[in-house]
């Protein structure tokens, strides 16, 4: 009888257990929705963070995820210090080196808007280490996690790139957008952000100069086309800038 009563009891406390535990697919769903919204709407960009956060409970990867996407808003409308207090706990929370090297990145963008430079080169190595880190079992990874590493990557050398070109280190800004693997097609938003860099000038330097204001051109109209289709404003109002100086 007691027996008895002790399986029923056990299995009522992992009902209790399994209905309380947040949906991990829920999670990720608004995470997903969180950043796919990145560069189209950032108020839909902080409800779905908020959203994943809320139901995230002690998953601390998902946890960190809303937490990243919810400090891209902050950086987004120049609030830097609400930022920075997001990024700083988030290697306090969790060990997965996919998000704490998306929130070392972020630090790095942020120390390039407030020209933190030893701060940035801090940042940096942090970023490469847990990128090697990451490296070590890239082929175990899953589809979703693949996807957010091509984020990751592209973002590492967009930001490096941007850091070393407005400090007026014009080669390390080049070769740094160089690392921009094809892959980064997979993910619309970053490729958005790829075709600008490349499109606002100072990447392409090895042809006439008629010709790199061709194909700079050609970058920012692609831009202009695909943030177009995807509803991206961000990227329509600083192509449509570009293309303005283009042809002036």
């Known amino acids: 009888m007691w027996l008895r009563l002790a399986l029923k009891?056990?299995?009522?406390?992992?009902?209790?257990s399994?209905?309380?535990?947040?949906d991990r697919q829920a999670v990720d769903k608004l995470n997903a929705l969180s950043y796919a919204y990145h560069y189209r709407n950032i108020d839909?960009?902080?409800y779905y963070a908020r959203q994943a956060l809320a139901l995230s409970g002690t998953?601390?990867?998902?946890?960190?995820?809303?937490?990243?996407?919810?400090?891209?808003?902050?950086i987004a409308r120049m609030h830097?210090?609400?930022?920075?207090?997001?990024?700083?706990?988030?290697?306090?929370?969790?060990d997965n080196?996919?998000?704490?090297?998306?929130?070392?990145?972020?630090?790095?963008?942020?120390?390039?808007?407030?020209?933190?430079?030893?701060?940035?080169?801090?940042?940096?190595?942090m970023a490469i280490s847990s990128l090697m880190r990451i490296n070590e079992e890239r082929p175990l990874l899953n589809e979703r996690q693949q996807l957010r590493l091509v984020y990751a990557e592209s973002e590492l050398a967009i930001v490096t790139s941007t850091y070393f070109?407005?400090?007026?280190?014009?080669?390390?800004?080049?070769?740094?957008?160089?690392?921009?693997?094809?892959?980064?097609?997979?993910?619309?938003?970053?490729?958005?952000?790829?075709?600008?860099?490349?499109?606002?000038?100072?990447?392409?330097?090895n042809d006439s100069q008629e010709e790199i204001n061709q194909q700079e051109f050609d970058?920012?109209?692609?831009?202009?086309l695909i943030a177009r289709q995807q509803g991206s404003l961000f990227f329509m109002a600083n192509s449509s800038e570009a293309l303005a100086e283009h042809l002036i």
Do not use: K, W
């Open 9 to 16: 009891l056990a299995l009522l406390i992992s009902l209790i």
């Open 18 to 22: 399994a209905c309380s535990s947040p």
């Open 44 to 46: 839909s960009t902080e």
């Open 59 to 74: 998953n601390a990867d998902a946890r960190a995820e809303a937490m990243n996407n919810l400090a891209f808003v902050c």
């Open 80 to 94: 830097y210090q609400e930022a920075m207090a997001l990024l700083d706990s988030i290697p306090d929370i969790t």
């Open 97 to 125: 080196h996919l998000e704490l090297l998306v929130a070392y990145i972020q630090q790095m963008r942020l120390c390039q808007r407030m020209s933190h430079n030893r701060a940035f080169y801090d940042f940096r190595e």
């Open 165 to 205: 070109y407005y400090v007026g280190l014009e080669q390390p800004s080049r070769q740094a957008l160089e690392m921009v693997s094809p892959e980064v097609e997979r993910d619309t938003a970053q490729f958005l952000n790829y075709l600008y860099n490349i499109g606002a000038g100072g990447i392409i330097t």
């Open 219 to 224: 970058h920012l109209m692609r831009c202009q």
